[in-house]
């Protein structure tokens, strides 16, 4: 059940990443001039670079989640998961929820 959850969340978080980089390399909101349409890219990429390869990791534990499926529980999964997740929020300037299974725990 809860690699279902990673599943959904994951796919959740990479259509929320292409719309948010979608609207952050929008090619109307960057300046006409040329040289300062490269150093507006340049300052936007390096961060968007950073963001794709912690959604790249991200995507890469749920999948290993999804296969050691029915093989005992894995606690570095979701250790690996929390740290990344939060790195990855942090990125994008968005803020994370996190639950115990119960919901007690918040």
Same mark, same amino acid.
């Given at each position: 059940?809860?690699?279902?959850?990673?599943?959904?969340?994951?796919?959740?978080?990479?259509?929320?990443?292409?719309?948010? $980089?979608?609207?952050?390399? +929008? /090619?109307?909101?960057? &300046?006409? !001039?040329? @040289?300062? $349409?490269?150093?507006?890219? +340049? /300052?936007?990429?390096? &961060?968007? !670079?950073? @963001?794709?390869?912690?959604?790249?990791?991200?995507?890469?534990?749920?999948?290993?989640?999804?296969?050691?499926?029915?093989?005992?529980?894995?606690?570095?999964?979701?250790?690996?998961?929390?740290?990344?997740?939060?790195?990855?929020?942090?990125?994008?300037?968005?803020?994370?929820?996190?639950?115990?299974?119960?919901?007690?725990?918040?």
């Amino acid at each position: 059940m809860q690699n279902n959850i990673n599943q959904q969340a994951i796919h959740d978080t990479q259509a929320f990443y292409r719309r948010f $980089k979608g609207f952050h390399l +929008d /090619k109307s909101k960057l &300046p006409g !001039n040329p @040289s300062a $349409k490269v150093v507006m890219m +340049d /300052k936007l990429l390096r &961060p968007l !670079n950073s @963001s794709d390869e912690l959604l790249r990791q991200l995507d890469t534990l749920v999948m290993q989640g999804k296969k050691k499926q029915g093989f005992g529980i894995d606690h570095g999964l979701g250790v690996g998961l929390v740290s990344i997740t939060a790195e990855f929020c942090f990125s994008v300037g968005a803020c994370r929820l996190l639950m115990c299974n119960t919901g007690i725990h918040r």
